[in-house]
Nanobody, 124 residues
Framework: QVQLVESGGGLVQAGGSLRLSCAASGRTFSSYAMGWFRQAPGKERDFVAAISRSGGSTYYKDSVKGRFTISRDNAKNTVYLQMNSLVPEDTAVYYC?????????????????WGQGTQVTVSS
């Protein structure tokens, strides 16, 4: 089992940046593909980005390509989401998730473990 704890959310003006972190418990972090999702009020949880076990492969939602970067440090059991050029539409609760088969899925249902989320608010 993996426990995930997100941090780094907050309030930022449009055009600003935030870096989210997700710390994982356990010794098997490097065996999981990791993903970031977000959920705005009244909307479904939406895929943002995913990264392979080694970090060698990444995948992004089209609207965040070129602005967001997912990365991981397996020695620190942590996955990151660097978010630049933020826009108000990026406002949501951001969740990290772990997927044990190593596949980079876009569907939330494919992920096995979830963090509690961190709020990101982008003001115009």
């Amino acid at each position: 089992q993996v426990q995930l704890v997100e941090s780094g959310g907050g309030l930022v003006q449009a055009g600003g940046s935030l870096r989210l972190s997700c710390a994982a418990s356990g010794r098997t972090f490097s065996s999981y593909a990791m993903g970031w999702f977000r959920q705005a009020p009244g909307k479904e949880r939406d895929f943002v980005a995913a990264i392979s076990r080694s970090g060698g492969s990444t995948y992004y939602k089209d609207s965040v390509k070129g602005r967001f970067t997912i990365s991981r440090d397996n020695a620190k059991n942590t996955v990151y989401l660097q978010m630049n050029s933020l826009v108000p539409e990026d406002t949501a609760v951001y969740y990290c998730a772990a997927e044990r088969t190593g596949v980079l899925y876009m569907k939330a249902a494919a992920y096995d473990y979830w963090g509690q989320g961190t709020q990101v608010t982008v003001s115009s």
